[in-house]
Structures are given as C-alpha cells and as structure tokens.
C-alpha cells in the first residue's frame, strides 16, 4: 500500500471518526469507540472501500497516532467536533506548554485568549515543534508560551490525549506569552 492510500485512508477514518459519522450512517458510541467491522462495512457501502490491512497500517503508521484500537473497536484520539467524552483524567501540566498559531489570529487571540474553536478543547503541545509544525499549517508560524502551571494552579483541567495532545477548555489571554 503506497504512503499516498494511507494518508488518504487515514484523512477519511478522522473525518468519519471525529466529524462527520452520520454522512456513512454511522453512530459513535459516547466514548468515541465504534466497532471495525461496521465502520469498514458503512465504507463500503458508501463508495470508499478499505481492506481490514489497509486500516491497521493507517492506524499503526499515523505519523501522529491519531487513531487507537481496542479488541474490536477504533476511535480517533482527539480532535473531535462531535460530541463524545474521552474519558481522559484531569492531569497536572507541565510548567509551560506551547500553542502554534498565525499572526492573522493574534489580535483576537490577544483579546479573548485561546478558544476551541470548532473542536472540544484547545490543543497545546509539549514542545516547541510539534507546537510550530501545527501553526504552519496555516502560514508563517507563530510560537504562543502557555503558563500552564500557573493556569492549573488556578483551577483550569487539563487532560492529556492517548498521543500527547495537550487538551483544556479554553486559555484566558494573560496565561499567554507572546513573540517579540
Ligand atoms: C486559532 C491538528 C481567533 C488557533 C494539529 C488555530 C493539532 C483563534 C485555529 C490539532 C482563537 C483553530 C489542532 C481566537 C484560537 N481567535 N483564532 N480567540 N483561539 N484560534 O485546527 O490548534 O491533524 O481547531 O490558533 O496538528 O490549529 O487534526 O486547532 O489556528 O494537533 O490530528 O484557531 O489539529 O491535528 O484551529 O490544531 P484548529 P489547532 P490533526
């Protein structure tokens, strides 16, 4: 299977597995789990056929480890913008943690703090990166400091994902270190 088909298979499983289930009849238990079988039969079904092979190598080579298998069962492991409990226990954060972002956002930024925008939580990162990678996405990167131990001191949850995203609900303006 070429590296092209994987990430092709890879972008449908988080569009049905975070986003959109019921465009391939689909429904996600709460926790986010459906079983394979099902989700490889509704693929079919629906004009984009997968082989069992061809989604245990998306799951097992996804360059971020977006997706978990549990006996029977996939889930991805964040991003979601259905509404699905994680089950993931509050965690203390490290001192600082990073967001990566671009300057078209940052007066917003500056006056309303970091929101989830259309997903459950802001996404933070350990590193500086990983952080930068995710604001090259859209642009020319730009590098947010977060205080998150300063922030969980204060009483805001943070969660940490099966593959290291940093989850909380939203960052307040004056827990936020900007560039320059
Ligand atoms: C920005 C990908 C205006 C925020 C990545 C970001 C990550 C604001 C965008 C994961 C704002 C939301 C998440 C405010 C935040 N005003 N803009 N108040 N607050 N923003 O995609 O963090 O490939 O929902 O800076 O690698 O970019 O999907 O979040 O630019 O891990 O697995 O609004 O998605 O992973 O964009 O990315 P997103 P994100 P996957």
Redesign the pocket.
Known sequence: MSEQRTVKVSKYL?KHLRHQPERIGLSLDEAGWVEIDELLAAAAAHGFPVSRAELDRAVAEND?R?FAVDGSRIRANQ?HTVQVDLGLAAEQPPAYLY?G??GR?LD??RA????P???HDV?LSADRETATR?GA??GRPVLLSVDAGTMHRDGHTFRVSANG?WLTAAVPARYLRFPG
Do not use: P, W, Y
């Open positions: 988080s971020k977006r991003g967001h972002t671009v956002f917003a930024i309303e703090g970091l929101r925008m259309d997903r996404h995710v996405r859209r995203v």
